[in-house]
């Protein structure tokens, strides 16, 4: 039977971070194993770095060692959490089985009694960690093992994964050979991080962080163009079998205008189109693609979101993307999302985002998402784009690539699904 911890998810993640981005792994729960000292010990020994959880009836204490139990005299990190906030005071050194001596001498500053279901504290402990006793009653104890979210064999399997993904889009050939790039149009509000999605998988592929696409924080939006952009394989200088189109951001009353949605799936506007707000202008001349081919038309359409700010999007904004949803689904296109931004929620980490669709911010966030503007969950995914970072990092290169496959997916079932006859 599993054991499961006492710790809500945000509790666990608190003291996660706080001590340094690890990741916990239930090792002993006195409830399930017995309050026992010895039978502690054999569990807990030679597991490493451990942290030990006290559960009295209003709080929570507890002890994180650095050091695996039969190793030398060491110095432990006691802590108290109480609601958002930990305290904690350094005591010791000694033998870390100490700690759970019942300290009949009163030598030892802070000591676990199992038997007697108590924590002991003397003075000095007590009046550093804000207790108002020199003992606690607990109901419970726990103890996990600690390793670092990222370390280094999780790190040479997000190598590989990465090279098996790199090595996936780069050998991808579109449906039936019908065109020898799909089109993937990224549409979203002004801020969400179109332009910083496009720049962040030109980055991976060019080996190194690049801003080709212009990224800003003018509320009406960057992009004021049309812009297709073809991706160079830093390994061999090749374009790649896909091309990036970017259009301005959408918003309640300026922006992208609907009417163009319509042009720019049919593969109407070429490159560097200058979109105009005055609405002047006129259908099938000047630099208006009059008859498009296959080539030229949108086979996939990934709508773009921040994780900060979806929640918060009008009724305006959600009524429009609903519309666009409904002119995809007359033309056909098979649409997807992009959460970006994930990385800046609340207690998320960099270790979080290797298995980040379980972390419960990223979870009410993709629920917010699905609820709000009806896209199955199965169709959104996860991205962090490259904003500050200086050097790639396999953890952010994983979710784009991943994503950017299940992309090239869509355009497939757009491809395999368009009319035979309209493909000459």
């Known amino acids: 039977m599993e054991v499961a911890t006492r710790l809500t998810w945000m509790q666990e993640k608190k003291l996660q971070n706080y ?14 194993h017995g309050f026992s000292t010895d039978r502690l010990l054999q569990i807990c020994s030679n597991q490493g770095p451990t942290l030990t959880v006290i559960y009295s009836e209003d709080q929570i204490v507890g002890a994180y060692m650095q050091k695996d139990y039969g190793e030398g005299n060491y110095l432990i990190a006691v802590f108290v959490f109480q609601e958002t906030t930990i305290t904690e005071c350094k005591v010791g050194p000694f033998k870390l089985p100490m700690l759970f001596d019942k300290n009949v001498d009163g030598n030892l500053e802070v000591s676990i009694h199992l038997k007697d279901k108590t924590m002991y504290f003397n003075k000095n402990a007590m009046e550093k960690l804000g207790l108002s006793q020199i003992y606690i009653s607990f109901q419970d104890c726990e103890v996990f093992r600690c390793e670092d979210l990222l370390d280094e064999r999780k790190m040479s399997g997000l190598t590989e994964l990465k090279e098996s993904l790199l090595c996936a889009i780069r050998n991808y050939i579109p449906y039936g050979g019908l065109v020898h790039k799909v089109r993937i149009l990224l549409l979203g509000p002004v801020g969400a991080g179109k332009s910083s999605f496009f720049n962040s998988v030109r980055s991976i592929f060019r080996g190194h962080v690049t801003n080709q696409a212009l990224v800003g924080s003018d509320p009406t939006g960057t992009s004021e163009k049309y812009r297709t952009y073809f991706i160079k394989d830093g390994k061999d200088n090749n374009t790649l079998p896909f091309i990036l189109c970017d259009t301005m951001g959408l918003s309640e009353k300026e922006g992208l205008d609907m009417d163009d949605i319509p042009y720019i799936l049919e593969g109407h506007f070429p490159d560097k189109y200058q979109f105009n707000s005055l609405k002047l202008r006129p259908k099938g001349i000047g630099n208006h693609t009059v008859c498009p081919l296959l080539k030229d038309r949108i086979h996939c359409v990934a709508f773009v979101f921040s994780a900060n700010s979806v929640g918060q999007l009008s009724h305006e904004m959600v009524e429009k993307i609903k519309r666009i949803r409904r002119e995809l689904i007359k033309s056909d296109v098979v649409h997807v999302v992009l959460l970006t931004h ?7 980490t960099k270790g979080d985002l290797i298995d980040v669709y379980k972390c419960v911010p990223v979870k009410l966030q993709l629920e917010a998402v699905h609820r709000k503007l009806g896209f199955p969950l199965s169709d959104i995914f ?8 200086w050097e790639l990092e396999p953890v952010i290169d994983v979710l784009i690539l991943s994503a950017l496959k299940e992309m090239l997916r869509a ?3 757009f491809l395999e699904n368009f009319p035979l006859e309209k493909t000459v």
């Open 19 to 32: 001590f340094g981005e690890k990741q916990f792994s239930l090792l002993y729960k006195a409830s399930v």
């Open 342 to 348: 994930v990385d800046t929620l609340d207690l998320i």
């Open 382 to 389: 996860v991205v962090s784009n490259y904003t500050s970072e």
């Open 411 to 413: 355009a497939d079932d």
